[in-house]
């Protein structure tokens, strides 16, 4: 009785894990089915799922195609701007999120605790608030429909977040060590780039990771301030892609695959950063 | 630490060195964030709107009071808390419970926990094609599978209906972000010594017993930041909105957020756009405060 009771558990158990999955990899599975479908078998009714032959058209095109003209240009540039914003936004956040962490948690100032509540509540503020006046200062400078513009706001967004990651780090980095370098005479400076940096190498890679992916994932500044290609990111493309009439389902549904590609691979290889990047993101609020 | 000697340098001193590291986050803060902030309060209270030669005088209160008398407004408000209490409620209920689930030994374990990022990773944007793309009136997988199973005769336009659209809208957001909530739980579920289980286990407490009376207790704190945090996210929702519904249809996914973006960047009413801006914020900053207090309770508990 006792061990059927456990067996039934197993069942039980197993059942519920492979809903979890399925939930999960059911709707985007049937992304990655369609950008690789034949138009015919995904427009038939009653639905094919599984199409006859396979159409890696709309990979190959964006791999290889012509990149001077129409829908394939579009999306390449997209793709080249949201790799050239997320790398820099992430190098800026990384370098000067570090710089005002260390500041926080090591050296004693005024009012300290004032300014780190401060930025951390600038963190809830919602975005729509902010972009109204982001917009009209970026036109004024010259600034709107460039890269810098959604470098510099991405930036500004994520930097709360990447400070209270790394100020955490550093707390864990015993303050013996830069002690004792002061002590053989090491400057101030010093014991920050040869002491402190090199030993926060899986911190910077915790918040230098989660801020490539939201600065990839980010939409809304961007929408609002990019209306050219010159500066439109993947997301902006596809939004755009989208809401046409008569879109080409396969192609946006493989744009779509595209530019999850670097987000979901990113986020499974270093889940371990993940994890502690939205734990330590939510303490914060 | 003791202080610095006369004649180090000037990096030397504490306050100099963390006025120069503060710099370059500072800059961007101040320019971006704090900055703009002002310059909307200033905004809200003019009547600034770019197609209006002349616009831009100051009306005092007016698009508050506007904004007061504007239907459509408090529609979007009354949506925004259908969405948010129930997303909130659903992600914080689902989340706790996957992270039971994937707190048990299996076969496999490792594997579920990184699959369970994936939604979260998938950008809004893609997030949002998908389902539309899924609830499609005329291709959309959702009615292929209803009709194949028969549960449906016909095809239905899921996205043409204000009850329905607003359901799928609650979904996908589901979806997308319940991940957050089983990963927190997870890790507060880990963070529980296992001694406490055992001493239970001796004592011979049954299992919804020991659920109820050790796990539940020492995972109120996370759930109550999550309903929190839950909620000012839900406040700002847009981007599901935008590529979904675009608020439709017949503004019956119009949500606060949303709102605000139309009245803005679309009527280019910049004064009104910021003045709902402005209440968004104060709304969204006294969420915080309560946050803020909770998890001092929380650590004073602890301590």
């Known amino acids: 009785m006792v061990s059927n009771n ?280 | 630490m003791p202080r610095a000697k006369a004649n180090s340098s000037l990096f030397e001193r504490e306050g100099v060195l963390a006025f120069t590291l503060l710099i370059p986050s500072m800059l961007v803060i101040l320019g971006v964030l704090i900055f703009p902030l002002i310059t909307s309060l200033g905004l809200s209270f003019t009547d600034l709107k770019l197609t209006k030669p002349k616009s831009g005088v100051f009306i005092g209160l007016g698009n508050y009071f506007d904004a007061i008398m504007d239907p459509i407004f408090w529609a979007s408000i009354q949506r925004t808390l259908i969405f948010a209490v129930s997303t909130v409620l659903i992600e914080t209920c689902m989340g706790v419970a996957i992270a039971l689930l994937l707190n048990q030994k299996f076969v496999g374990r490792g594997f579920v926990r990184g699959l369970v990022i994936l939604p979260w990773a998938l950008p809004y944007v893609v997030n949002g094609i998908m389902w539309k793309w899924i609830f499609d009136a005329n ?58 289980y055992e001493a239970a286990a001796i004592d011979g407490a049954k299992r919804v017993k020991i659920f109820t009376h050790i796990t539940l207790p020492l995972l109120k704190p996370i759930i109550i930041s999550l309903i929190i945090i839950k909620t000012i996210w839900a406040l700002k929702e847009f981007d599901l909105i935008y590529i979904i519904t675009k608020g439709g249809p017949a503004n019956g996914t119009n949500m606060f957020s949303y709102y605000i973006y139309q009245n803005t960047f679309q009527f280019l009413n910049f004064g009104y756009g910021s003045a709902l801006a402005y209440m968004l914020t104060i709304l969204t900053i006294g969420l915080s405060a309560i946050y803020m207090r909770s998890l001092k309770g929380g650590l004073e508990i602890e301590s």
């Not at chain 1, 985007?28 to 159409?55: C, E, G, M």
């Not at chain 1, 902010?130 to 917009?135: E, G, R, T, V």
């Not at chain 1, 994932?217 to 609002?224: D, G, Q, R, T, V």
């Open chain 1, 6 to 285: 456990k067996k039934l558990g197993r069942v039980l158990l197993y059942s519920a894990v492979l809903l979890v999955c399925l939930g999960i990899l059911v709707p985007y599975s049937w992304l990655v089915i369609s950008s690789v479908s034949q138009r015919v078998d995904l427009t038939a009714v009653p639905l094919k799922w599984i199409p006859n032959t396979f159409n890696f058209e709309n990979y190959r095109q964006i791999a290889i195609g012509d990149s001077s003209s129409g829908v394939n240009a579009t999306l390449k540039s997209g793709l080249l701007n949201s790799v050239i914003i997320a790398v820099s936004a992430t190098i800026f956040c990384l370098f000067a999120g570090s710089l005002a962490a260390y500041a926080f948690s090591r050296l004693r100032f005024h009012a300290k605790n004032f300014v780190f509540s401060f930025i951390l509540l600038t963190q809830v503020m919602p975005m729509i608030v902010l972009i109204i006046p982001i917009y009209i200062i970026m036109s004024r400078v010259g600034l709107l429909n460039t890269i810098p513009a959604l470098v510099i706001a991405d930036s500004a967004f994520i930097l709360p977040l990447v400070i209270w990651l790394m100020r955490s780090f550093f707390e864990s980095i015993p303050r013996e060590l830069e002690e004792m370098a002061r002590i053989d005479g090491c400057s101030r400076f010093g014991t920050i780039f040869r002491i402190i940096f090199p030993l926060s190498t899986p911190g910077l890679a915790a918040s230098g990771i989660f801020t490539f992916i939201i600065a990839w994932n980010e939409f809304f500044s961007a929408l609002i301030l990019s209306s050219t290609i010159k500066s439109k990111t993947i997301s902006v493309i596809i939004s755009e892609f989208s809401s046409k009439v008569g879109v080409d389902y396969v192609a946006m549904a493989a744009a779509g695959v595209i530019a999850s590609i670097p987000p979901v691979l990113f986020a499974l290889i270093f889940q371990k950063y993940i994890v502690q990047g939205l734990t330590a993101g939510a303490v914060k609020g």
């Open chain 2, 139 to 196: 291709y959309g997988a959702f009615n292929a599978a209803l009709t194949q199973l028969g549960i449906i005769e016909k095809y239905h336009i899921w996205l043409g209906d204000p009850s329905t659209a607003m359901i799928l809208v609650i979904f996908a957001n589901i979806w997308k972000e319940t991940p957050v909530a089983i990963i927190l739980v997870l890790a507060a579920l880990q963070s529980i010594p296992a001694d406490l």
